[in-house]
């Protein structure tokens, strides 16, 4: 069942791309309405490189906002270039760089529709489409909504698949991290086990706010998820007991799963009762490994799994330190700069370069979105591959349904790409917008012209963003790093006197802290520096953290009062959890 769900979620993706982009260009040439109709394409081309695969609430949110700031720039754009005042469109992009940087590093929802405002200025202030000034915002809007229409309608037959997946997961993790118990790669798979135990925090997050009585299966998801977040907590200490476990331990989580998560919704008690008592007889019996606390905790838990209640426990993820007002305005200031700069270059270079360069702009300066260096290089190569793909069709045909054709297949290459590779969505999304440039009557030869553009766009990215603020990323490492090694110390401190909700709180965002910390320094290490210049070893003071975590997390599920628990398994030499007070050295040298 799980690889058939796979299989359709990977081709649903896809189709809604192909769909979504291809049925407004069909609609705009059966009944002459070409113009509105490609407008209509482009506000489906930005829908689908935000669709996502998380809650349909999440979506509907995050494609909405999108969609009403594109909406808002393309008019604010279409109402400067109809000046016909060089000028007024300039500010016009500097004013709305300015704007979407200073939202843009408030989070992903913020972030999306400050980038789309840009973009929809870029495109209203260098494209010109005849008619009333309202008719542009309402096609692109048109073709947003279909976007959610399409991504939203599964809700209606699958309310809760995503969040009971997002839980599945954690199961199946919890399964694999006992599995490599013992391993070299034992503390890859507790990391994996903690990202999925994020996701499905993210996934839940509405659930677990909500006030009064859930339905049957919103209130079995909820007992699922708290068993879940209990269940990292006695994976943790086992894996930090550093023993090789029988198949007989590690399957527990799956059977766990089947019964609280049955793929049969009617499963009755008889089947649930049959799955537990074989698992628990194997784990109480007398091997060599029956006695540790993580064992006697994980058949305590598996024994009391069934008897959760979905309002037993009720925690949110803390989001991490975000970026500080002077990090903003710095943002939005070097955002606008670069726009300025690029929309300069256009007006110099007298080609058709009106909005390509700042619309290269808009999209590559998103440090929040992953290392500039790297984006940039993505961004360079996709366009392309892009230019490459989309010429060959047109020298095999020009006909207009084989191009709208190209459309939905490049389109849903698109939509792959977004969940897989940058590169990827840029060769999609390239050869998308030459095929919507032809439709609007654009039929020049651009291909050579659009490469040097995205290059000299990516160009004036980076030289602004190195020269100017060359440390963003490391700042943003540093501090994600302090924070989360506090996250670390408070729940060292305050959880062997706190009750279970407050304890599970506290690890849950030791936890996830440390992950976002780990991320942001891998993003600090794949950014550029000056010759010479060493980063911090941020990830060796995260790892100390996280196993310091995990033997707290031991101490935790220890009959034994007293210190943390330093036994480890024979073979294996006993080491005293870390102290966090070497770990900060790093982070301040």
Sequence with gaps: MKTQRNATAAIAVPARAA????????????????????????????????????????RVRRLGSMGLAAALGLLAGELALRTADAAAVTVCLVVAALAAGAVSLRGRVASVAGMHLLLGVTIG???????????????????????IVLSATPWLWRRHEIERDAVLAVYRASSAALAAAGSPGAEDARRRLTAALDQAHQVMGRHLTRRG?????????????????????????????????????????????????????SAGPERAERSRCPRRDAVDGSGPDAGTPGLRALVALDAESDR???????????????????????????????????????????GPRGYWLPMTVAFVYKPDFGPVFRRSLHRCAGTVAGVAAIGSVVLLTTDTYALIGAVAAFGALMAVGVRRHYALATTGLTAVVFVLLDLLGDHRALYGARILDTALAAAIVLVAHFALWPRSAAGRAAAQTEAALAAARRYRDL?????????????????????????AAA??????????????????????????????????????????PVERSAGRPAERPPALCGVLAPVRD
Excluded at 312 to 336: I, N
Excluded at 528 to 548: F, N, S
């Design 19 to 58: 769909v979504a982009l291809a049925a407004p260009l069909l609609a705009g040439v059966w009944t002459g309405h070409v113009i509105p109709a490609v407008i209509a394409g482009i506000g489906a081309l930005w829908g689908v490189s935000q669709d996502g695969s998380d809650p349909y609430r999440l």
């Design 125 to 147: 202030s260098g494209i010109p489409v005849p008619g009333p000034w309202w008719k542009a915002p309402l096609a692109l809007l048109a073709g947003v909504g279909l976007v």
């Design 213 to 265: 009585p859930a339905r049957t299966e919103a209130a079995s998801l909820l007992a699922a998820f708290h068993v879940a977040v209990r269940l990292g907590e006695v994976t943790s200490a086992l894996v930090w007991e550093g023993r090789v476990l029988p198949a007989s331990v590690t399957d527990v989580p799956l059977g766990m799963a089947r019964r609280l998560l049955p793929e049969d919704r």
């Design 308 to 350: 959760v209640r979905a309002d037993e426990v009720t925690l949110r993820l803390s989001g991490g330190p975000g970026q500080g007002r002077a990090d903003r305005v710095r943002y939005a200031v070097l955002l606008a700069v670069c726009v300025l700069v690029a929309q300069l270059c256009a007006e110099v270079l007298h």
């Design 495 to 519: 959880a062997p006197e706190a009750g279970p909700a407050q304890r599970h709180a506290l690890r849950r965002s030791a936890y996830h802290r440390l992950a976002e910390a780990r991320r």
């Design 523 to 564: 993003h600090a290490h794949d950014e550029p520096g000056r010759p010479g210049r060493r980063l911090p070893d941020w990830q060796r003071a995260i790892g100390a953290a996280e196993r310091l975590c995990d033997a707290v997390s031991a101490r935790n599920l220890s009959a034994r009062p007293g210190p943390v």
